[in-house]
T-cell receptor
């Protein structure tokens, strides 16, 4: 079974803090993705990576950056957290066939 | 641009059959996928259609017509545990990147 893990299920941070969300997959997938999900807005792509050290902006990259130093690990960074970044963050990996495998999600609250 | 349309809500009774439709507009097409998400959980992959026709996996089937830019997810012998949100998604490239619809909330009633 494909396994995608995320570093935290719940996280509470203060405005202005730097926040790191980690995602690890164990299936040697080339492609990894970060989404946020908010009620009524569906899944919105923040960034994705199709290879180590490669990244592309998604639909809502502002306020976020990413890092992919190793194939299995894809990190999402909030440089200076703001209250409008309170959301559910979902990581996914994919072998590239229309199948994406999601981690359990991190519910981030920024106070 | 790319967009997908699906109904926002569907209600059905236990044991019944329900069909969730999805129409899409894409500049490139790399198949149609379906995902299930329970409240508080993460989306899980259900099915993928690259070619026209019906794919069956147990109680769930998925259909694709590329000429009509249309697909559907068919759920048979509905169970209470099928109450969830269902998302259709189209492939945007061969990198596995997907464009998701807004989701259909299925409520199964006794």
């Amino acid at each position: 079974d494909v396994k995608v893990t995320q570093s935290s299920r719940y996280l509470v941070k203060r405005t202005g803090e730097k926040v790191f969300l980690e995602c690890v997959q164990d299936m040697d997938h080339e492609n990894m993705f970060w989404y946020r999900q908010d009620p009524g807005l569906g899944l919105r792509l923040i960034y994705f990576s199709y290879d180590v050290k490669m990244k592309e902006k998604g639909d809502i990259p502002e306020g976020y950056s990413v890092s992919r130093e190793k194939k299995e690990r894809f990190s999402l960074i909030l440089e200076s957290a703001s209250t409008n970044q309170t959301s559910m963050y979902l990581c996914a990996s994919s072998p590239g066939t229309g199948r994406q495998y999601f981690g359990p999600g991190t519910r981030l609250t920024v106070l | 641009g790319q967009s997908l349309e699906q109904p926002s809500e569907v209600t059905a009774v236990e044991g019944a059959i329900v069909q969730i439709n999805c129409t899409y507009q894409t500049s490139g097409f790399y198949g149609l996928s379906w995902y299930q998400q329970h409240d508080g959980g993460a989306p899980t992959f259900l099915s993928y259609n690259a070619l026209d026709g019906l794919e069956e996996t147990g109680r769930f089937s998925s259909f694709l017509s590329r000429s009509d830019s249309y697909g559907y997810l068919l759920l048979q012998e509905l169970q209470m545990k099928d109450s969830a949100s269902y998302f259709c998604a189209t492939g945007a490239s061969n990198t596995g990147k997907l464009i998701f619809g807004q989701g259909t909330t299925l409520q199964v009633k006794p």
